[in-house]
């Protein structure tokens, strides 16, 4: 898996959320903006079986196996609407979560979540994901 997805997608959520994405670059919220990116690139390999593994749980955090787990049940469910994603869980565990495990767990993303943060991304791929 190259990293032009990764930044592809930073890209689009520079266009996608008010004020742009750098107000966020290593301070509150900058959990919130790469596990968006993170999450979308796990889902996107999930369901259209691109190469590599998941990547938005580091294989050392306690949510690992629930976050595959988590990917792969929301892939079979694919084509969802953003309250299905809300609430899909495994083992009670949802997407705020798993944010909270890359937060914690991810080099580089320790800075604090903005839990009423929006993911804009997320949003928009599914209200657009029936136009195929
Ligand atoms: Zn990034």
């Known amino acids: 898996m190259s990293y032009f997805p ?3 997608i930073h890209l689009y ?3 996608a959320y008010s004020g742009g994405i750098s107000q966020y670059h290593k301070k509150t919220g ?3 903006i790469e596990f968006e990116t993170f999450f979308l690139t796990d ?3 999930s369901i259209y079986g691109y190469p590599g593994s998941i ?3 580091p294989s050392n955090s306690p949510l690992f196996y629930e976050y595959s787990e988590w ?3 929301l892939s079979g469910m694919w084509p969802f609407t ?3 994603f809300l609430s899909h869980h495994y083992n009670g565990y949802t997407y705020l979560d798993f944010l909270t495990n890359f937060k914690n767990y991810m080099p580089g993303c320790n800075y604090p979540i903005i839990s009423t943060l929006q993911p804009a991304v997320i949003i928009e791929f599914l209200h657009y ?3 195929w």
Do not use: T
């Open 6 to 8: 990764h930044e592809f």
């Open 13 to 15: 959520q520079d266009g």
């Open 30 to 32: 900058h959990p919130n």
């Open 43 to 45: 889902l996107f390999k």
């Open 55 to 57: 990547s938005g749980a």
């Open 71 to 73: 990917i792969y049940g």
């Open 82 to 84: 953003y309250s299905q």
């Open 129 to 131: 994901s029936n136009c």
